[in-house]
């Protein structure tokens, strides 16, 4: 069995994705490509030039929501949805809120601005940093009520909703200004301070990069 997972090291959405094979127990191999770069990739097996993309035995399967409910459906290990309608519908509501409002403030203003260009030895430009800081805010507003409701962001085991957000708010609160946003956010914060020690989240750190090593975060 092959399990190849096309990839940037940087790359937030294919954390989710190795978080997920790391929860449930499985053997892969990363496939480096970086879709920052302006050289393009032709080996790149996603028609939106994105990564990551999952090929399993020739099968090809690429945006990240998809991926993740084929390799907790199609593996063993811990099933990583809930079984109960409403905690499956807040499952399912988060990860559209991650990825529908949250990567881009989150992740692409916020934490490459603020964190991953000043690794790089860039200047963070402060518009876009504010902007993303009150873009995030109605996201963090949304998420409180349902880390303290108790269907989902649980903090007792883990589900896709817990390895979606998880990487987003990695790359976020590393950003001083994010991590005073969590903070006024008492039951989010509390859900993130019980994941952000989840093995799935330690051992797929990515770090960040040296001066000059990398193109783009995301
Ligand atoms: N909808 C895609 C989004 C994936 C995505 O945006 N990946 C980023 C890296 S985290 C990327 O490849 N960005 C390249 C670009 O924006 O050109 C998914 O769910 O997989």
Known sequence: ?????????????????AAVLQAKGIIWRAEEHD???????????????????LIHDGFVLYET?????????????PELHRSAPAALGRMQQVIGIADAYGYWPMVRQVFAHRVFRTALGESADEAVVAQGIRDAAPVLTALEPVAAEGLVLTRQGLDLAD???????????????????????????GWWQWMRDQACMIETDPGLPGLGEATGAG
């Open 1 to 17: 069995m092959s399990i190849v997972v096309q990839r940037y090291r940087y790359s937030v959405y294919a954390r989710i994705v």
């Open 65 to 77: 929501r998809a991926i993740c409910t084929y390799l907790d459906a199609a593996f063993g290990g």
């Open 35 to 53: 879709p920052f770069s302006q050289a393009g990739d032709d080996g790149l097996r996603h028609p939106f030039g994105r990564v990551p993309v």
């Open 163 to 189: 390895l979606h957000l998880a990487p987003m708010m990695a790359a976020f609160v590393q950003a001083p200004e994010g991590a005073s946003a969590l903070a006024a956010c008492p039951a989010l914060a």
